[in-house]
């Protein structure tokens, strides 16, 4: 289930749009101003942001800038009364993906958001994401929360392998057989040195754990937001 914040100061109808998507099956979260919003951007994992421009403290053009600095491709719907060219253009250029003129229709809305959503998995078909943690795996590389983590191949491959089916447990020729050939029993205990070495690289990120099994090997456990 897709996760949807909204930013937006007017109580009422930052509320309405959070029922209406709450009913299409959507988690959306609401909050009434962007100081607010990069709490929550912190806290949780979000697949896409609907803001207001005209708002309080930080209004919705320097929110954009700021949420793009640390995060490229999360989808922004900008839902807004202003419906001049200028405005729009520099809401685009902020980094913004879509615009929408208030009094809008919810129904349309809707259609935009799965529009937006739908482009983003496209675009992401070959990254993985859990939590503040990107993997991927065109360029074997690593991110948490924007700032890439030095990773060796065979490292990235063990972290992959595990983060793709969180929960299952994973015997250490499980591990190593898709991705280099082992023919010893240390071949297999070098395994346990790359988990060393992967918990050592991503102690700070809080969106998983690598769990020893003891008697059968490892597993990965993605911890809730």
């Known amino acids: 289930m897709s996760k949807i914040l909204i930013v937006e100061d007017d109580?009422?109808?930052?509320?309405?749009?959070?029922?209406?998507?709450?009913?299409h099956n959507y988690q959306a979260e609401g909050c009434l101003h962007p100081v607010q919003?990069?709490?929550l951007l912190c806290q949780k994992h979000y697949d896409l942001i609907i803001s207001d421009i005209m708002m309080p403290q930080i209004n919705g053009i320097d929110f954009a800038q700021a949420v793009r600095q640390t995060n490229a491709s999360i989808p922004i719907l900008f839902v807004s009364a202003l419906d001049d060219l200028s405005t729009k253009q520099k809401g685009f250029r902020a980094g913004i993906d879509d615009y929408m003129v208030k009094p809008i229709d919810l129904e349309e809305l809707?259609?935009?958001?799965?529009?937006?959503?739908?482009?983003?998995?496209?675009?992401?078909?070959?990254?993985l994401r859990i939590g503040n943690l990107v993997l991927k795996q065109d360029e074997m590389s690593a991110f948490v929360d924007g700032e890439e983590i030095p990773i060796m191949p065979r490292e990235f491959n063990i972290l992959y392998k595990m983060l793709s089916y969180p929960k299952k447990i994973f015997t250490r020729s499980d591990l190593l057989e898709d991705y280099w050939a082992m023919s010893n029993d240390?071949?297999?205990r070098s395994v346990d040195?790359?988990?060393?070495?992967?918990?050592?690289?991503f102690a700070h990120c809080d969106s998983f754990?690598?769990?020893?099994?003891?008697?059968?090997g490892y597993k990965a456990v993605v911890k809730d937001a």
Do not use: P, W
């Not at 809707?110 to 990254?127: D, G, K, M, P, W």
């Not at 040195?193 to 690289?201: A, H, M, N, P």
């Not at 754990?209 to 059968?216: A, R």
């Open 110 to 127: 809707v259609l935009r958001i799965q529009a937006l959503l739908r482009r983003t998995q496209l675009n992401n078909a070959n990254e």
């Open 186 to 188: 240390s071949s297999l």
């Open 11 to 23: 109580e009422k109808f930052n509320q309405i749009v959070c029922t209406f998507l709450k009913k």
């Open 209 to 216: 754990e690598l769990v020893t099994v003891h008697g059968f």
């Open 37 to 39: 919003a990069f709490d």
């Open 193 to 201: 040195v790359y988990i060393t070495k992967l918990r050592k690289k």
